[in-house]
């Protein structure tokens, strides 16, 4: 990936012509927060930046309840937004679609590196490699694991950086109530469904020689996703 006078320019892939079509749609209904497609052109696409932190400089800004909550807030605003979007008939997604309730077209990805943040603001949704149609539940179980996050105390301080253990059950509860009218549902199996789902995902990726999921096959990835989906279940009770 490459940026330039406000321009990322990065490899495209199969469903990128997919993606920027959903983006326009975005776009033209007003949303600031998702990137504005600029071209396909050679196996690069062109997009304009949005301008703020992301990445690993997208851990810090949401340890504050009010960066949680703009969060879900920002996924909220951009379902909504692109629920009635018809896609082209020869729409290639980038995960397989899922059938169920509330459908949208699902993020699939939806991690605070891959938000846009401003003032510990979440302000943009970025990558959407993963786009497909989705139960709307999909992306805010995706999120709830490493928003909140649904992993070890160990893991919470070293790799998500947050000063302290969060109290995890409070933050599903910011998340849920910011992002809204959400159904009652099982936080522990709602979201080792959605692990159990990328982590199929992921191995049928590496085999097929797509990186950077085949080296973190390699490199045991499909192990620690079946440790961290074990620490989940044997933790319920701290969620519920």
């Given at each position: ?5 406000g321009?990322?320019t990065?490899?495209?892939?199969p ?9 326009r ?13 600029i071209?396909l ?8 930046l ?6 690993g400089?997208?851990?810090y800004?949401q ?9 879900a807030?920002?996924l909220?605003?951009?379902h909504d937004?692109?629920k ?7 729409a290639?997604?980038?995960a397989?679609?899922v059938?169920?309730p ?6 699939g990805?939806v991690g605070p590196?891959?938000v846009?943040w401003?003032?510990?603001q979440?302000?943009?949704?970025i990558?959407?490699?993963y786009?497909?149609p989705?139960?709307?539940l999909?992306?805010?179980?995706y999120?709830l694991?490493?928003?909140?996050p ?14 302290a ?5 409070s933050?599903i ?7 809204g ?8 199996e709602v979201v080792?469904?959605r ?5 199929v995902?992921m ?15 390699d490199e045991g990835?499909?192990?620690r996703?079946?440790a ?11 969620f519920?």
């Amino acid at each position: 990936m490459r940026i330039a006078d406000g321009v990322v320019t990065r490899p495209a892939g199969p469903s990128s012509p997919t993606v920027h079509a959903y983006l326009r749609h975005l776009r033209a209904a007003g949303l600031t927060c998702v990137p504005e497609p600029i071209g396909l052109s050679g196996g690069v696409e062109t997009l304009r930046l949005l301008e703020g932190e992301s990445g690993g400089d997208g851990w810090y800004h949401q340890h504050t309840d009010e960066g949680l909550a703009s969060a879900a807030r920002l996924l909220r605003t951009v379902h909504d937004a692109g629920k009635d979007w018809v896609p082209p008939g020869d729409a290639t997604w980038g995960a397989p679609p899922v059938d169920g309730p509330d459908l949208v077209h699902s993020h699939g990805d939806v991690g605070p590196w891959n938000v846009v943040w401003r003032d510990r603001q979440a302000v943009g949704l970025i990558d959407w490699d993963y786009l497909h149609p989705g139960p709307r539940l999909d992306d805010v179980a995706y999120a709830l694991r490493w928003f909140v996050p649904l992993r070890s105390d160990a893991l919470a301080l070293e790799w998500h950086h947050f000063p302290a253990v969060p109290d995890r059950r409070s933050r599903i509860a910011v998340f849920c109530e910011a992002y809204g009218d959400l159904p009652d549902f099982d936080v522990v199996e709602v979201v080792t469904a959605r692990m159990e789902a990328t982590r199929v995902l992921m191995a049928e990726l590496a085999r097929r020689g797509q990186e950077p999921q085949r080296t973190w096959v390699d490199e045991g990835a499909l192990d620690r996703e079946a440790a961290e989906i074990a620490w989940i279940r044997g933790h319920a009770a701290d969620f519920a």
